[in-house]
Every structure is written in C-alpha cells, then in structure tokens.
C-alpha cells in the first residue's frame, strides 16, 4: 500500500493527539504561571528581535524574575507567524555566555600579532572614551582625519545611520566600510542588473507550484528560515522542489529533484534550462511576448530575427538568445556541470509546467563566486522567463517597512577639515579599472543649473580593506569596528591579521574577545544586540515588510553599552570636552517625536532615535493599511508592525532599469559600464579583462556562461573545496555556546562537538583516510587540520566543510584553548581572498579553491 507524504502525516498526528492526552500542553509556557509546573516564577513574553541571520526575526522571550528562559517568534509576527528557527533559541546562552567582555578593557602588550597575548587590563568607561577621544583630536590636529577607518560587521539598519552614516562625515574620513561585500552582494546583480532591483528578494511560498533553490539552502539558512520550514511541505503537495547544490543540503535530502552540480558551472546550466524553455515554448506569454505570427523561431543553433517577436514587459529576449541561448543545449551544458541532460529537460519542464508559479530562489553558491555578476544574471534571468516576477507563487521585491530617517546632517555640523577628509581615495580600492564594484547601476545627479551629471556607482570592497592596510600602513592610524570579526569572517584571513598588527590604534566594540579582538588597543563590551539593545529593525518574508522593536528584556549582567547610540553620545561628549562639539551638536538636535524634548543624557538619545525612526508606525498620522498601532508604548508593547501584502505585479511597467523593462539585454549594465570605461579612458573590453571576466564585445551585457576560475592547480590541489553555512551559525557568533557544539550534528554529515571536512568514500579509500581520521587541507594560501567524514552527499573531487569553527579566540568553547588553539580550522584560512570584480564581493564559492588533503 502506498501512503502519500500528507495522508500520512495526518495518520500520525491523529496518533500524536492520541498518545498527548493527559500530557501538558505544548504551549504551556504562553500561558505563564502554571499551576502544574509546581512554584516556577511568573514570568511574561517580552518582544525584541534576533539578529542571528538576516531574516531578522521578530521574536519573544520568556523572562521569569529577570533571567530569560526562553524564545519564541513574536506571535503577531506575519513574517515566521510566530516561529523561530533553531538557531533563535541559542540566544539565551550569547546573553549568558560566561566568556562576554564584561567592563572595557585596554592593552597592555605593545606587540600584536596571532597569538600573542594583548595583556588586556580593566579600565572604566571614562578612560576609554578619553583615550579614544585624544586619539581622535590629535588625529585631526595633523589635518588627516581620513586616517581613522571604522568598520562595520553586524548592526542594525536604522540606528546605524547613528555611528555608519555620522561619525566618519562628521569626523571627516572617507574611510568607512560595511562588511556587505563578504557577505551577499554578488546575489543582488542578477535582478538588479535586469530588474533593477539591487536588493534581495521575498517569495510567495504560499502559493509557489515549483521551488527552485539555488545555491541556498532555505531549510537552514539565507533570509527566512521560519517561514521556509512553514512553508516548504505543502510545496510538495502542489508541484516539485528542484535544488541545484554541489553538497546534500537539508532541502536537496527533502527535494524532488537534487542536481549536484560541478561547483562553479551554474551559468551553463541557467544557460541549458533557459534554451530549452525557449525552444520548447515554455516561456510566459504575457511577461515576454511572443513571436508576432505565433509560430515558436526558437531552434537550437538558429539565430532569431529580433522583428519577428513583440515583448510585453521584457527588453531583449531575442538578443539573449542569439548572443548566448541558441547553442546552450542541456547536452553542451551535461559535459559541464556533470548533471545528465535528461535531468536537465526534466526540471526544466517541471519549471515551465509550474510557469509564473515557478520561483527560482537564488542564493550565494550561485554569485559569491569569481565571475558570479553572469551566473548571478543567468540564474535570475529564469524568473524572467518563467514570468515569475511579483506573481501568485512567484518571486518579489522586498517589502519596505515605513521607517523615517533622522534629521539630515546640516552644513553647520561638517567643518572644512571634515569636507576635505571625506572626499580622499578610499583603503578599498573600490571603482579601479580592476575592481569596479558597479553593485547599484549608475547615479544621476541634477545641479541647480538642471545640468545632469551622470556616473557608475561604486560601492564597498570589504574584503580588500586589508590589503589596502598592508599597502600603505601609514593610511591607517585609527581603526574602529564594531560587531565584526574579519580575521575569522574574511577570506584570507590570514591577511587579516598581518594588516590588524600594523594598526597603531584600535578599537573593537563586541560582546566577546574573539580573533580580532586579539588586536585591539581598547575593547569596549557591547550590548548582545537581541536581548539588551535598544533599536528598530526593519525587515520582510511572507510577502510581509516589518519595523520589529529590540529591546532589553531582562537586565544586563555586566556594564555593557549599545555602539551605535549610547557610545555614540558618550563619545561626542568627550569630544564637545576637547573643542570638538559638532557630532554631539548633531545628536542634541534631535527631537522626540511625541514630547518634542531634546535628548540631555545617552538613554534619551538612545530612546528618541527608535521613536524618531519607528513614529511612522505608530503616530497616527499616517494612513497604513497594515497593522493599527496608536503609540510608542503600544509599539513596544507588541513589538511588531506588520505592513499589508504586498501587491502582485506592483512593479510590471516600472521596473528602475534603463529601458523600465525586465532586461535580457542589460541597457542597465550597459551604460553603467560605459560610464565606468569612460572614466577610466577606456573600453569597457578592457575594463572586462582587466577584472578576469572572458566575455567580450555583445556577449558583456546579456546574462551568460562563464567558466570557473581556480586557485591551484588540479595536480598538485586535487579537490575542489565547497564552503557553507552551520544551520546553527548566527553569522560568526554562536560557536561559543555549548549548544552550538552539543547540536553541531544537526548539520547534514557533520558531528558534535567537532570540525570535519566531508569527503566522498571513494576519495577517502583512494587516499587511505578513514572516517574520524585527522586530516589536514592544504590550499595555495594555507593549511587547517580537522576530521575526516566520510559520506556521499559529495562528488567525488570535491570536499565540503561547514564554516563556523576553527575559533582561536571567542572564548572557553569556541577554542580548544583560548587565545592559542583552534578548535577545527577556519575555512577563511584555506580560501583565498579573490572577488566576483563587478560587484566588488568576496568570492566563497563556485569551487574556486583547489586543496589537497593529507593525513596529519
Ligand atoms: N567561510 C565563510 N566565511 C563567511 C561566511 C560563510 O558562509 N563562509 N559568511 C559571510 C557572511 S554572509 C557574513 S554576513 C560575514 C559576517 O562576518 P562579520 O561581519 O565579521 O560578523 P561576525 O563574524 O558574525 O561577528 C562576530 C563578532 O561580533 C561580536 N558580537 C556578537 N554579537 C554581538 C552583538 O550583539 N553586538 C556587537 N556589537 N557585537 C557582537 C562578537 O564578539 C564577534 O567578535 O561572515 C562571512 N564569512
Ligand atoms: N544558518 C544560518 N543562516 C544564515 C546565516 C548564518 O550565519 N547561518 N547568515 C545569513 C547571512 S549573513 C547571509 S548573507 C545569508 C546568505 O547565505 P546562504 O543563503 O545561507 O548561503 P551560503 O550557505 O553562504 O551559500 C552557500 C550555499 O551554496 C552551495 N554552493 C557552494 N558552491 C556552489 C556552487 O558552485 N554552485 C551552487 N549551486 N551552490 C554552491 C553551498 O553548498 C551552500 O549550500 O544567510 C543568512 N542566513
Ligand atoms: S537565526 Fe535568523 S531565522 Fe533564526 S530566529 Fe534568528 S533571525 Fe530568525
Ligand atoms: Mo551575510
């Protein structure tokens, strides 16, 4: 007898309920007191926001006489209705990591480097802020403020504006970086350099008939785990779920249809499957057109009349397929990306079947990678084919949530010496003829004469920061960061660390002492973000946008502060002592938006800046169609304002590219390169070649194959290296927490408690390596030593190792011994610091580094 998936579930939940009687209730603890549970403390549910990964969770926790106990997702919540993943719950323990910066502190060892003991001291936060306010002044005194550099890791994206978006213009350093560029940004040119839109998207799972995930693994990552656990079993129900990943990730052991692809070789599969969904008619009708007398002129090696077919809301099908489709046959594409051409037909007929329902859900496996711009392109071109664009099912722009921006930084706040210090080249090398970071298109700007000036964008190269450190050490005399940790986070991280010991003084604002730390001059502790920071955070999922409150909700243990708000204040405080009083004067000004009171004291500015950029919610005064909130006591309240669904196909006819069309063929890419090449005296061939891409002439503005690039030779470095995420990381951060390790085997193939690098056994047997054996990975930038798994969730070539451990520092946990010892290797240390160019990101995957692996 055959069960189908759901009947049977019903069978066993009719079981479950059974079996249940007499037990508590599931949600006994919403409830709060239970008489049942004995003399356990009242305690109540308390809104905030875990900032674990970038779904950004509206979340609740369960607070009895102070201590929190528990998490949830914030029950009003429409983005994870309610849920959150298990990487929420691991917050409990970062709040009581026993291992937590606990006062500031400073260094007393003037040597630094990796494993050199900084002699850290306790200071109060008066001595700190004095310090780092001296430095500041006397810097500004030799007339180059351009050499204090801050960085951000983590924050949050309303009161960052607070520190991020003051502090260096009023300052006056151009030297300012976001770590975006190591953690996403290669995903966003695929739809904004056809879309127009730069940013990441939402989905409709709901209603999706086939899912195509891509180089993510929703299950246990990327933006919105909640809602793709919810989400995903009914999927299965209404159509097919493809994924396309070199390793067995959670959803490829749960999908219909797994290819693991040969790393790197995406765009010819993207390639294959939009030829063939061209060539058999499976392209939406009304998103694309058609061909004008209705008969389907797409036959493998022809070249199409670009006449004989009308677009709707498209611009440059026909170029597409002649510059790049027409010879793109799944049987070219097999030889590449190992995947049988049968399979290829198969899931392409599946993607077209399901047609505007069909969503393809792009992620970092495709675009992180060398070269990623195209494969980032020819992935999200899918969508466009499919006419999946803001459809029932299908794939959305993000959902923006009202927030307000605080008061604009005036003239009267930025001096001369502020002005000039802004407008230096900056560390990053950013918009080089070999490192253009075109990720956002091309500004317009009018002056008063209405004249308009026209250039390509450039944005962060964070990864690049470091050699820019190394480059000119002298570039660099203050360095403050926050909530990072790029001598672990970064690709070469080994660079990291040679760059962080030539810096003279540095300042690190995190809750723990981990790699980077280890450099600092002085360390401020930080509030742990979800549990004791005050803020807004905005976000989207479920085809919902949301301003989630962060709070503190139970009382910090140690004397930590918010960076971006609190310190912020303190500082200009010390700095209005030393003459300096813009920054404050900047801050003073603002006003709280229900008492009209000026803040006098850090908590106040704190407050008034979340009411300042949350008031939209909750004032009243605007007209909202989602949540009805009436003050900032209600807001704080229930934590959450939910905006309304967002409408289908809101932005057919408007899309910001060039043309206002989904682009085929990129007029968007185009004249930013243009401008770009123009800038440089150049063409834009050169500018290609010059940043290690093959295309050239047409072939540059339409979505297309580019093949792997690789770091060793396949002789000496035999395997290719697959990098992912921990279902349990929260980014960097969580490895201190013995629930981290205790759990680590919830990641497929990996085991408790220890590092391993996943090998297939016909590989292992090959080299003689047994399953627990400890191995070392030896790449052309380094070597880790962790345990060999033995397991056929890979290829064989290839090696697959989580990223998350391999801490030398962090903590008791983290680190087999603190300070000195990683527990396992760090990924970063075998990976080579390499960049998809045109976006300016840090390339992890796509297989672009070779290893070999040796018993140690
Ligand atoms: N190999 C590999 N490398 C990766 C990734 C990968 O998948 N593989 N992912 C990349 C991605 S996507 C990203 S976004 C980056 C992230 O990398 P980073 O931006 O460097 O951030 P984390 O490593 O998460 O930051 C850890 C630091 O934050 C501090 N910290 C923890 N919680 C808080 C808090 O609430 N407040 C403050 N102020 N500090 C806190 C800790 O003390 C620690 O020093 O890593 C990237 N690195
Ligand atoms: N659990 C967890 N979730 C997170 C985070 C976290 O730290 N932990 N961080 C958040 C952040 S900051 C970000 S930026 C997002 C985004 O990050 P995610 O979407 O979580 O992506 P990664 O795991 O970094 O992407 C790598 C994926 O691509 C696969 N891959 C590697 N090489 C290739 C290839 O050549 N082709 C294909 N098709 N796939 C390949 C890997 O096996 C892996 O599944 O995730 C967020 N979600
Ligand atoms: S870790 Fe990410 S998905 Fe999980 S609860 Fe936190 S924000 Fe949500
Ligand atoms: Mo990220």
């Known amino acids: 007898m055959e069960i189908k998936r759901r009947d049977f579930l019903k069978i ?80 409990i323990q970062q709040t009581y990591d026993p ?62 504006d607070l520190l991020y978006g003051t502090l260096p213009k009023i300052y006056g350093t151009g030297n300012y970086f976001s770590h975006s560029a190591i953690c996403a940004e290669a995903e966003k040119m695929g739809p904004g350099y056809t ?17 195509v995930a891509w180089g993510c693994d929703p299950l246990s990552s990327n933006r919105q785990v909640p809602n793709a656990i919810n989400k995903l079993g009914d999927i299965f129900d209404r159509g097919t779920v493809i994924v396309v990943d070199p390793r067995l990730s959670s959803i490829a052991a749960k999908a219909n249809e797994w290819l693991p692809i040969k790393p790197g070789e995406d765009g010819a599969l993207a390639s294959a499957i939009a030829h063939l969904l061209l060539t058999e008619g499976l392209w939406s009708r009304e998103f694309v057109g058609d061909f004008k007398d209705g008969k389907n002129l797409f036959k493998a090696g022809a070249t199409v009349d670009e006449a004989a077919f ?44 399901a047609g505007s329902a069909c969503a393809v859900w792009m992620g970092p496996g495709v675009a992180m990678t060398p070269r990623g711009t195209y494969a980032s392109m020819a992935v999200y ?54 490192m253009p970071a075109i990720m956002g298109g091309f500004d317009s700007k009018k002056d008063k004469d209405g004249k308009v000036t026209e250039s390509a964008k450039a944005n962060v190269v964070t990864n690049a920061v470091a050699d820019g450190i190394l480059k000119d050490p002298a570039a660099c005399q203050i360095f403050i960061s926050t909530w990072s940790n790029f001598n672990f986070s970064a690709t070469g991280a080994q660079r990291w660390d040679k760059a962080m010991a030539k810096v003279p003084f540095f300042v690190h604002m995190v809750t723990n002492a981990s790699e980077m730390t280890q450099f600092a001059d002085i360390v401020l502790p930080a509030t742990f973000a979800p549990t004791e920071k005050l803020s807004v955070i905005s976000n989207m999922a479920n085809l919902h946008g949301h301003l989630s409150i962060q709070q503190q909700v139970a009382k910090p243990l140690w004397n930590v502060k918010a960076e ?6 303190l500082l200009a405080e010390k700095l209005k002592a030393r003459g300096f009083a813009n920054q404050y004067d900047y801050y003073a000004s603002f006003e709280d938006p229900e008492t009209k009171q000026k803040p006098t004291n850090a908590a106040q500015f704190c407050e008034i800046a979340a009411k300042i950029s949350s008031q939209k919610a909750w004032n009243g005064k605007e ?57 440089h005296k150049t063409s834009i061939d050169d500018i290609l070649k010059a940043s290690g891409y093959e295309a050239q002439g047409e072939l540059v503005f339409v979505p297309h194959y580019e093949s792997p690039k690789r770091h060793g030779s396949e ?78 969730g890979v290829r064989q070539g290839t090696v697959a190792k989580c990223y998350g451990q391999g801490h030398w520092a962090y903590g008791r946990v983290a680190a087999k011994e603190y300070g000195k010892t990683p527990l396992g290797g760090n990924n970063n240390e075998l990976m080579p610091s390499d960049f998809d160019r045109l976006s300016g990101a840090t390339a992890r995957n796509g297989g672009f580094t070779g290893v070999k692996i040796e018993k140690a």
Not at 115 to 139: C, H, N, Q, Y
Not at 745 to 755: A, E, F, L, P, Q
Request: glycine share 8%; with cysteine.
């Open 12 to 91: 066993t939940a009719a079981a479950g309920a059974v079996a249940a009687v007499g037990l508590p209730k599931l949600n006994a603890f919403a409830a709060g007191h239970d008489a049942k549970a004995g003399n356990a403390p009242k305690g109540e549910w308390l809104p905030s926001t875990c900032q674990g990964c970038t779904a950004w969770c509206p979340v609740e926790f369960y607070v009895q006489e102070g201590r929190i106990v528990k998490v949830r997702g914030n029950q009003l919540s429409k983005a994870n209705n309610g849920y959150c993943c298990p990487r929420g719950h691991l917050m």
């Open 99 to 160: 291992d937590r910066i606990k006062v500031p502190m400073k260094r007393t060892n003037p040597q630094k480097g990796k494993g050199i003991d900084p002699r850290f001291v306790p200071i109060s936060w008066d001595e700190a802020l004095d310090t780092i306010a001296d430095k500041m002044i006397e810097l500004r005194k030799t007339g180059h403020p351009e050499k204090l550099t801050y960085m951000r890791g983590r924050y949050s994206p309303t009161s960052t």
């Open 195 to 211: 879309q127009g839109f730069f940013g990441y998207r939402d989905y409709d799972m709901a209603k999706t008939k086939c899912l």
């Open 310 to 353: 009308a677009e709707k809301q498209t611009y440059g099908i026909v170029k597409y397929w002649n510059i790049e489709l027409k010879d793109k046959t799944p049987a070219w594409a097999a030889k590449k990306t190992l995947i049988p051409a049968e399979q290829i037909i198969k899931v392409a007929r599946a993607m077209g079947k």
């Open 381 to 434: 071109a899918l969508n466009g084919i499919l006419g999946s664009i803001e459809t029932e099912g299908g794939v959305f722009q993000s959902s923006s949530a009202p927030g307000t921006k605080f008061p604009e930084i005036k003239d009267i706040f930025i001096d001369e010496l502020a002005k000039k210090g802004s407008k230096g080249k900056k560390l990053d090398g950013r918009g080089a003829k070999d």
């Open 564 to 569: 971006e708000t609190e310190v912020m204040w």
């Open 623 to 679: 007209k909202l169609k989602g949540d009805k909130l009436s003050s900032w006591a209600e807001f704080k309240k229930k934590g959450i304002y939910n905006t309304e669904t967002y409408a289908y196909k809101k932005n057919w006819g408007k899309f910001k590219t060039v043309t206002h069309k989904f682009e085929f063929y990129s007029e968007t890419l185009k004249k930013t390169l243009t401008l770009f090449a123009a800038k």
């Open 715 to 792: 002789k000496e470095y035999p395997f290719t290296f697959i990098d992912h995420k921990s279902r349990l990381n929260r980014e960097g951060r969580s490895a201190n927490t013995v629930w981290y390790q205790e759990f680590k085997k919830v990641d497929v193939g990996d085991k408790s408690w220890d590092d391993v690098a996943k090998i297939n056994p016909l590989d292992a047997k090959k080299l003689g390596i047994k399953d627990g054996d400890t191995i070392r990975l030896t790449s052309t930038t380094g070597s880790i030593t962790c345990k060999a798994r033995l397991w056929e």
